[in-house]
Structures are given as C-alpha cells and as structure tokens.
C-alpha cells in the first residue's frame, strides 16, 4: 500500500497571503494525484485532478503541481472561504488511499 | 442535479451488523462506478470499497475485507454497504461517492455521510 504523507499539519496563515501545502507519495503515482477540501460537517470536495487539473468551478487561485512522489497545492490568494482541511489522494494504484490532511488556519 | 444521500447509520454493538443505503440521482447512476469513504471521528479519510457500474468488479479495503459486503440495483437507484461483524474501529462517518467517468478512484460527487458508531 502507498503511503501518503501531507505537510505541514497545520498552516497558518493571513487572508490575502499564499499558501503552499505539500503531498509525497511513498512510491510513484504519477500524475494520478488529487486534492480535495473539506470545510467542518461537509462532505470533501474535488479542487484537482491529475495533479494539476482544476476540477469544474474550481477558483484559478488554486493550483496543483508535481508528478511522481512530490506534489503542492497553492492557494495564491486566501479567501476566508479557504480555510479548511485539504486532503491528497493518489488513485493510481488500490487501494486508493489519502493523506493525513492539511488544516489551513487563520493567523 | 447530483445528489447522493446515504441512510442506514446509528449505534449498534460490537459483532453486530448494518446495512447502509445510499439513494442516487440527477445522473445515470448505472453507467456510474461507487465506492464508499469513510472517516473516523476527527481523522481522515479512508477509502473502504469500490464497484464498477455492473457489479462486475468489486474490491476493498483490507481492513474491511471479509466483513463488508458492497452491492448495487442499478433499477432503483441504489448503493448499498452491508456491514458484519462491527468493531469500534469502524466508527466512523460513510459517505457514498461517485467516480468521475473513466477514473475509477477519483470522486467528484459525495453524499452528506451517515454516522456508525459501534459501541456497547
């Protein structure tokens, strides 16, 4: 089974500032890399695919980069809608397995 | 519009059963492949099962194999997740979700989940 191992836990950070979250996998996956966001008593929802595809009506200030092992999702701009936990995935292999989550704070 | 909505979840003692449900609509559910993702209380996610749109493939976690049994009826609109022998360690929130055409393990729609608690 892949591993996959989210940094930091927790991130800091002011509205208005960049945010920078990384993903590696403990074997290659690719590019079958996803991200998701999941706000308190939601269900997660789809940001990126392929590493770096936005999903449908995903905002341009997310971006998703890297192939193979090490991966980033950046959020250029934060919006208070912003702040949550997100989550990588690789759906390369099975089973299927996500990070432990990044949580996106107010500083 | 997509909607998943799950049922089935409560508080049921260690060794027992549940059979969750979860109600399909707003796409063609049986072109559609499933699974169900789970997540333990204050924790992350955790892939649990998956089935191709003709019930043809069938696969799952390791911590659940043997014990959980997924299964559909693409005539009514259903998803459904039979689950024997609970242990506390499978309490947690199920949710449904849809993968995205061609992407078996890449989920864009997920229902709102439904609470196990396994517990005596």
């Known amino acids: 089974e892949i591993l996959m191992t989210q940094s930091p836990a927790t991130l800091s950070v002011s509205p208005g500032e960049r945010a920078t979250l990384s993903c590696r996998a403990s074997?290659?996956?690719?590019?079958?890399l996803a991200w998701y966001q999941q706000k308190p008593g939601q269900a997660p929802r789809l940001l990126i695919y392929?590493?770096?595809t936005r999903a449908t009506g995903i905002p341009a200030r997310f971006s998703g980069s890297g192939s193979g092992t090490e991966f980033t999702l950046t959020i250029s701009s934060l919006q208070s809608e912003d702040f949550a936990v997100y989550y990588c995935?690789?759906?390369?292999?099975?089973?299927?397995?996500f990070g432990q989550g990044t949580k996106v704070e107010i500083k | 519009e997509v909607q998943l909505v799950e049922s089935g979840g409560g508080l049921v003692q260690p060794g027992g059963s549940l059979r969750l449900s979860c109600a399909a609509s707003?796409?063609?559910?049986?072109?559609?492949?499933m699974s169900w993702v789970r997540q333990a209380p204050g924790k992350g996610l955790e892939w649990v099962s998956y089935?191709?749109?003709?019930?043809?493939?069938?696969y799952y976690a390791d911590s659940v194999k043997g014990r959980f049994t997924i299964s559909r009826d693409n005539a009514k609109n259903s998803l459904y997740l039979q689950m024997n022998s609970l242990r506390a360690e499978d309490t947690a929130i199920y949710y449904c979700?849809?993968?995205?055409?061609?992407?078996?393990?890449?989920?864009?729609?997920w229902g709102q989940g439904t609470l196990v608690t396994v517990s005596s």
């Open positions: 979700a849809r993968a995205i055409p061609g992407y078996r393990l890449l989920f864009d729609y």
């Open positions: 074997q290659s996956v690719s590019s079958n």
């Open positions: 392929g590493a770096s």
């Open positions: 707003g796409f063609t559910f049986s072109s559609s492949e």
């Open positions: 995935q690789q759906y390369n292999n099975w089973p299927s397995v």
């Open positions: 089935i191709s749109s003709s019930d043809s493939t069938i």
